[in-house]
């Protein structure tokens, strides 16, 4: 057996070089967990299997004798291996020494490549160079002993003993760095004076700190929009902050929300609003952050016109119980029919897509009831309202009040129109429009009775004078 007769002199020596390449091993995992810096470095398995196991692998082949055409560079282990009076466990006892060297040799290179991309990646260098020289007046010394006492072999030691602290001092400084919590008060102070790029640059800064701090990256995209108008930079900014791995569902979808209202009030883009908060059903689908998002989805306007005339200030309508057409305060009376038509059909367009939008249903049943003449349709859509949509008990009160209106209005609907009124005296006392509607009834029950004719004036009542016997009428 080739391990037969392994010299156990030899292990001490083995055990320390592994716990060497341990370290390297706890080293280099510690600055590939760095944010930026780590993915700057290969995979410790890579490195290892190709610096260390793959050359140590090729050295023992090739002083084996077995590769075709390569000779063995180590002769006492090529012997050792194929002379039949020796135990072959003296071929490792050969190897161990040179196998011992590669590892040390391969662990001072990693010790030397880590402190230069630790030294690339601290911001306060002189600090670390401080820190460096005050260390080096203690291992300076024990590098040169290790020279002086050992000569070109102590060299691999010599430069462990200056690599190592210094790879340990940077990855503290690095750590202490990527801990602490960034603050952002330059930041906020530098807005509040309209520095905005300045700000833009202390806001980087902190984050270059802690690449995974939320509040940083929504400040950052809320600069970008409100202040530097940039909607591009500011969604693609919320958009990697929703990818952070720390980010909660409620903070993104607030990120997502708010995303939403900078491209609706200063792009107006309702497209771009909506793909926002179509972001929310991806990541969180049946959860209640859906299930607003998707809330949200269907009142939004479709365009941008839609947006700007949902913009249009509305004319406030009082409660009216009035007869006549004239006293209610519409912009519907102010349309002709034609340009009515037009209005409606974009109505009824929008109430395809969504049929409980309240404002446009109102607006259409005005239409119908105003200037395309067709109350009964009205009738309808006022309704539809009061059965199908959620509302206060004033809205409904307003729109049965509506509804009594436009019966007032028609020429046979009196009676419909009484019977509304005393509902809304019923269904919603205490509202303003059952205050209208019971003065209403009152004009209408005075109009009726002023309205019945006149009834015939009574007889005059006749009188019967009886006189005295003897006594008789005549002229004084």
């Known amino acids: ?28 995992n510690q600055f590939q967990s760095l944010p930026r810096w780590g993915d700057r470095i290969m995979p410790f398995r890579r490195w290892f299997w190709s610096g260390w196991f793959g050359a140590s692998a090729f050295w ?27 135990p072959r466990g003296t071929f490792l ?45 203690v291992l300076v010394p024990v590098a040169g002993l290790l020279v002086y006492a050992w000569g070109f072999h102590g060299l691999p030691f010599a430069l462990l003993v200056l690599t190592v602290p210094a790879v340990h001092l ?55 929009a409100n202040h530097f108008k940039e909607l591009d930079e500011a969604d693609r900014t919320v958009r990697e902050l929703c990818n952070q791995p720390n980010i909660t569902p409620a903070r993104a979808t607030l990120a997502l929300h708010k995303l939403a209202d900078w491209h609706l009030e200063l792009g107006e883009n309702p497209p771009r609003a909506k ?41 406030l309508k009082l409660p009216s119980l009035a007869a006549s057409p004239e006293s209610v305060p519409t912009m519907a009376l102010k349309m002709s029919r034609a340009e009515a038509g037009q209005r409606a059909k974009i109505l009824v367009e929008r109430l395809t897509h969504d049929p409980n939008l309240p404002a446009p249903r109102e607006e259409l049943a005005e239409l119908l009831a105003g200037p395309l003449g067709q109350p009964q349709q009205a009738l309808d859509q006022w309704q539809l309202l ?24 028609t020429p046979t609907g009196e009676a419909g129109g009484k019977r509304t009124l005393a509902r809304i005296l019923t269904d919603f006392p205490g509202t303003p429009q059952a205050h209208a509607a019971r003065r209403r009834l009152e004009l ?18 006749k009188l019967k004078v009886e006189l005295p016997p003897g006594v008789t009428m005549g002229k004084s």
């Not at 020494?97 to 690339?120: C, K, N, Q, Y």
């Not at 790029?197 to 995974?212: F, G, N, R, V």
């Not at 009726?448 to 009834?455: H, I, L, Q």
């Open 1 to 28: 057996m080739i391990f037969a007769s392994f010299d156990p002199g030899w292990l001490g020596g083995l055990m320390a070089i592994w716990m060497l390449g341990l370290l390297t091993y706890f080293y280099w």
């Open 60 to 86: 023992v082949l090739m002083n084996t004798g077995w590769l075709p055409g390569i000779s063995p560079l180590h002769g006492h282990a090529y012997m050792a291996l194929h002379t039949a009076n020796l």
């Open 93 to 137: 006892n050969e190897l161990a020494p040179s196998l011992s060297v590669m590892i040390l040799l391969w662990s001072v290179f990693s010790f030397l490549w880590l402190a230069v991309m630790a030294g690339r990646a601290i911001e306060n260098r002189r600090d670390w160079w401080d820190r460096l020289g005050m260390g080096g007046l």
């Open 170 to 224: 940077a990855l503290a400084q690095l750590k202490h760095r990527i801990e602490a919590k960034p603050t952002y008060a330059r930041a906020v102070a530098r807005i509040k004076r309209g520095r905005y790029t300045e700000a833009e640059s202390e806001i980087i800064s902190q984050l270059e700190h802690c690449e995974d701090d939320v509040e940083g990256w929504f400040m950052l995209a809320d600069m970008y």
């Open 275 to 315: 793909s926002a908060l179509q972001e929310i059903l991806v990541r969180f689908p049946g959860s209640h952050f859906a299930r607003m998002a998707r809330q949200r989805i269907d009142q939004l306007p479709r365009s941008a016109d839609e947006l700007r005339e949902q913009r249009q200030p509305k004319a």
């Open 386 to 409: 009061i059965d199908n949509v959620e509302a206060a008990a004033a809205r409904k009160a307003e729109w049965l009040a509506c509804i009594a209106r436009t019966q007032l209005q």
């Open 444 to 461: 209408l029950d005075q109009d009726s009775r002023a309205d019945d004719p006149p009834s015939s004036p009574p007889p005059a009542p």
